[in-house]
């Protein structure tokens, strides 16, 4: 199947860089998400990826303007789908938010339309039932930042479609992207299985007074010459995402992700600290301290 329209669902951080690479690389793309905030936040947000286009890919004025307006905006979820080849499901990590989204989805979507959701954290077997079309819903995994970061990662669960899932490779290819087929279900897929073990013991040794964020992050960027140490990692992410995933490890009786989840409460979320977002997180951004020369030191 040819994708020619796209309707990503969710225009947070990574929706919006979603919606707007796809439109970048000449698709038709609707943009849904729950109430007029939330749009408009999005075309803020938006403005801001035409900025990173021209510095990072050199594109163009007309090109990032383009991109743009290509893109249409609906908080009525059945007017968003109605021409959909494809629905990329970008609401937050949260399992019940996810499962409610695909009971109404299924209600309105068109047969053809095929579903694949950007969950990190959650494997498609949580949602398959949930979709109505099990043989039509796949994972469709982005890094942020996906103009420059562009891996996806494409993982099927045992009723997936064989046609379905060479055709959203396919289609990944198609926007730009490293395509990176996963064949069984993984918890984390391949990058998160990779990256959240080393978040976590990040998080741990800052939680624990072990020592701060800066010298963690100092630590990691002298010791294996990566640009990013864990903690400008997460402010990339946006801290409200690890601690959503601590709090729902918390809730399972976890005690060591429920003090991780205070902690990003009450030191960061509830002070307007989202990471480069706000302009602030675990650093102040635009000129954050690690892209100091001297900060290596």
């Not at 609906?74 to 080849?85: F, T």
């Not at 629905?87 to 694949?116: G, H, M, R, S, W």
């Not at 990256?195 to 630590?219: C, G, H, R, S, W």
Request: hydrophobic share 40%; aromatic share 10%; proline share 4%.
């Amino acid at each position: 199947m040819e994708f020619k329209n796209v309707t990503v669902a969710g225009s947070g951080v990574l929706g919006s860089q979603i919606a707007y690479q796809v439109s970048y690389k000449g698709f038709n793309v609707t943009v849904y998400d729950i109430n007029a905030e939330a749009v408009e936040a999005a075309k803020t947000r938006m403005e801001k990826w035409q900025q990173r286009y021209k510095e990072d890919l050199n594109a163009s004025d007309a090109e990032v303007k383009g991109a743009f307006e290509r893109i249409s905006f609906s908080i009525d979820l059945k007017e968003a789908v109605k021409d959909a080849d494809l629905i990329i499901e970008a609401v937050p990590e949260k399992e019940e938010i996810k499962l409610d989204f695909y009971k109404k989805l299924a209600e309105v979507a068109p047969e053809k339309t095929i579903f694949a959701s950007n969950s990190s954290t959650m494997l498609p077997s949580q949602f398959a039932e949930a979709t109505g079309r099990p043989s039509q819903f796949l994972m469709l995994h982005f890094a942020n930042e996906i103009w420059k970061n562009n891996t996806a990662e494409i993982m099927k669960h045992e009723g997936t479609d064989m046609k379905v899932f060479e055709d959203v490779v396919s289609f990944a290819k198609q926007i730009g992207m490293v395509a990176l087929p996963i064949y069984k279900e993984q918890p984390g897929y391949i990058l998160n299985s990779l990256l959240v073990p080393f978040l976590d013991a990040a998080q741990d040794l800052l939680v624990n007074e072990i020592a701060d964020a800066e010298t963690i992050d100092k630590t990691w960027m002298v010791a294996t010459g990566a640009p990013k140490g864990p903690f400008a990692t997460l402010d990339v992410i946006g801290i409200r995402t690890p601690y959503n995933l601590s709090a729902a490890h918390a809730e399972a009786g976890d005690k060591k992700a429920e003090k991780v989840a205070s902690f990003l409460k009450e030191e960061y979320l509830d002070k307007g600290k989202f990471g480069i977002e706000s302009g602030e997180g675990f650093y102040k951004y635009p000129d954050p301290a690690f892209e100091n020369p001297d900060f290596l030191k």
